[in-house]
Each structure stands twice: as C-alpha cells, then as structure tokens.
C-alpha cells in the first residue's frame, strides 16, 4: 500500500503537515553560537564599585553545575536578531543554581536586551536536536518566549533610564 494514501485514508494529514512544518521551523533556526564567545572588559562580577546605571541579570533553574553560563547583552533588533555585535558579552562559569552578573558603564536612555546560554559542555555553540530543539538551557530578558524560535527584540527590550538600576531575573528554559 502506497504509504501516502495511507495517511490520506487514515485523516492524518493534518499531523504530518504540522509536524513538517514544525521540523521545517526549528530546521531552519540558528544552530550556531547563541552568544559570542569573546567576553566583553564592559561586565564585571555583581559585587565591584557601584556606578550610576547598570543592569543586574539573576539567572535561576540552572540544573546542571558545569559548563559556562553566556550572557549578551543587545541594543538594536538587528545585533539581536542576527546574534552579532552585542554590546557586552560575559562568561561565567556555573557554580550554583542561581548565578548574577552586573553590566555597568552602559549609556542610559536606550533600550536594551538579553539572550542567555547555558553552555553545559563548553562546545560555545547551542546544543538542539535533530529537528533544532535546544537540548541546553538559553533564556531572553523578560522571560520572553518565541512561538517557533526566539523572541522577538520588541518582546526582550528593556530601558535603562538615567541614575537606575534594572534588574533582570530570568529561568532558564528547557525543553
């Protein structure tokens, strides 16, 4: 028997297109580094000299305590949708479920955005499955989240207004 009209006869068609188009999708997302591996001079640990605007990102539900934790840190939709140019990148090595990092010396009044990768095997690149799904842990700031993919820069930007503070607290994400 003809394995198409099996499905046709048997009213799975809708599953096997949805499922197409699902490989398709997460196929056809990034399979390269989520963050640069260069760590940015702009980033320090949270507890150096205070400065007048900065931006604490807190990560939680981190599972597994190896690997890097790679944080960057945006300030336009195309550095952040192509992954390029980040304004500050850190990597930090992961030694508790909760980890922060302090950006600071950043210019106030601009909206900014995060993308975090939990780098559990040090290969600097996002770990997915054969159909692109993440097999290690990433977060975006807002705890945004993508439908198929990673969220958009409007659904990430944050402003970091003039003598203020922003904290960031992301989960890590898995799937």
């Given at each position: 028997?003809?394995l198409?009209?099996?499905?046709?006869?048997k009213?799975?068609?809708?599953?096997?297109?949805?499922?197409?188009?699902?490989a398709?999708i997460?196929?056809?997302c990034?399979?390269e580094?989520?963050?640069?591996?260069?760590?940015?001079?702009?980033?320090?640990?949270?507890?150096t000299a205070?400065?007048?605007?900065y931006i604490?990102v807190?990560?939680s539900?981190?599972?597994?305590?190896k690997?890097e934790?790679k944080?960057?840190?945006?300030?336009?939709?195309?550095?952040?949708d192509?992954q390029?140019?980040?304004?500050?990148?850190?990597q930090?090595?992961?030694d508790?479920?909760?980890?922060?990092?302090?950006?600071?010396?950043l210019p106030?009044s601009?909206?900014?955005a995060?993308?975090?990768?939990h780098?559990?095997?040090?290969?600097g690149?996002?770990d997915?499955?054969f159909?692109g799904?993440p097999?290690?842990?990433f977060?975006?700031?807002?705890?945004?989240?993508?439908s198929f993919g990673?969220p958009?820069?409007?659904?990430?930007?944050?402003?970091?207004?003039?003598?203020t503070?922003v904290i960031?607290?992301?989960?890590?994400?898995?799937?």
């Open positions: 028997m003809n198409a009209i099996f499905f046709i006869t009213n799975y068609t809708p599953v096997v297109v949805f499922l197409l188009l699902f398709f997460f196929m056809s990034k399979k580094d989520l963050i640069p591996t260069q760590t940015s001079p702009q980033v320090n640990n949270i507890d205070e400065t007048k605007e604490i807190k990560v539900n981190i599972k597994d305590l690997g934790l944080i960057a840190l945006y300030d336009n939709k195309y550095s952040f192509n390029v140019n980040p304004v500050a990148t850190v930090i090595a992961v508790k479920n909760v980890m922060e990092v302090k950006f600071e010396n106030p601009k909206d900014y995060i993308a975090v990768h780098d559990v095997n040090n290969n690149k996002l997915t499955n159909l799904i097999k290690e842990g977060c975006f700031s807002n705890n945004a989240m993508g990673p958009s820069y409007e659904d990430c930007k944050f402003e970091l207004k003039p003598n503070c960031q607290d992301l989960k890590l994400i898995f799937f």
